[in-house]
T-cell receptor, first 114, second 110 residues
Framework: SQTIHQWPATLVQPVGSPLSLECTVE??????LYWYRQAAGRGLQLLFY??????ISSEVPQNLSASRPQDRQFILSSKKLLLSDSGFYLC?????????????FGNGTRLTVT | SQQGEEDPQALSIQEGENATMNCSYKTSINNLQWYRQNSGRGLVHLILIRSNEREKHSGRLRVTLDTSKKSSSLLITASRAADTASYFC??????????FGAGTRLFVKA
């Protein structure tokens, strides 16, 4: 069966520090991969998605970036964190149908920028 | 906003009662999805209903879709304390962007 791993679970970083969040998927090939951010008590905002290795689409311009160095690995990065980057970051994968396929989420990373 | 509107924002019921959550949207859809999120965890997919479907069931869950009214509802029958969570509707409109609403927080009292 397919599983998705996301780490770390929690992270406290000072303003201006770099960020690297990692997500890996097991049990499926060529998944579509997504990074979402959830503000407290709110819905999810799509940040990036990827349909293949090295292919990244950005939905929201900001100081975050994403990379997909391997088929089942998705990384969210920042060179310099802002206070506004605090939030709950969720990685997800779907089958080839894009938004016509259900999303399968990791357990998220709670990021606090101080 | 492209997000759907969920109603109510919060719902508190007794165990054994039914819980109904509603979702409205503004633009056309290919499908409407419902997800559940326990506190501090990732979202879990519950049901996907396509635009040409009107009703779908999964265990104690029943989802309806009315494309003429641009609305959907999620019914949880015979609720349990373990159903306490936030429930989100999300619409798939083609492409790769699934758009989520702000969610309904359900609290089931034992």
């Amino acid at each position: 069966s397919q599983t998705i791993h996301q780490w770390p679970a929690t992270l406290v970083q000072p303003v201006g520090s770099p960020l690297s969040l990692e997500c890996t998927v097991e049990g499926t090939s060529n998944p579509n991969l997504y990074w979402y951010r959830q503000a407290a008590g709110r819905g999810l905002q799509l940040l990036f998605y990827s349909v293949g290795i090295g292919q990244i689409s950005s939905e929201v311009p900001q100081n975050l970036s994403a990379s997909r160095p391997q088929d089942r690995q998705f990384i969210l990065s920042s060179k310099k964190l802002l206070l506004s980057d605090s939030g709950f970051y969720l990685c997800a994968w779907s089958g080839p149908g894009g938004s016509d396929s259900p999303l399968h989420f990791g357990n998220g990373t709670r990021l606090t920028v101080t | 906003s492209q997000q759907g509107e969920e109603d109510p924002q919060a719902l508190s019921i007794q165990e054994g009662e039914n819980a109904t959550m509603n979702c409205s949207y503004k633009t056309s859809i290919n499908n409407l999805q419902w997800y559940r999120q326990n506190s501090g965890r990732g979202l879990v997919h519950l049901i996907l209903i396509r635009s040409n479907e009107r009703e779908k069931h999964s265990g104690r869950l029943r989802v309806t879709l009315d494309t003429s009214k641009k609305s959907s509802s999620l019914l949880i029958t015979a609720s349990r304390a373990a159903d306490t969570a936030s429930y989100f509707c999300a619409r798939g409109a083609g492409g790769f962007k699934t758009i989520f609403g702000a969610g309904t927080r359900l609290f089931v009292k034992a």
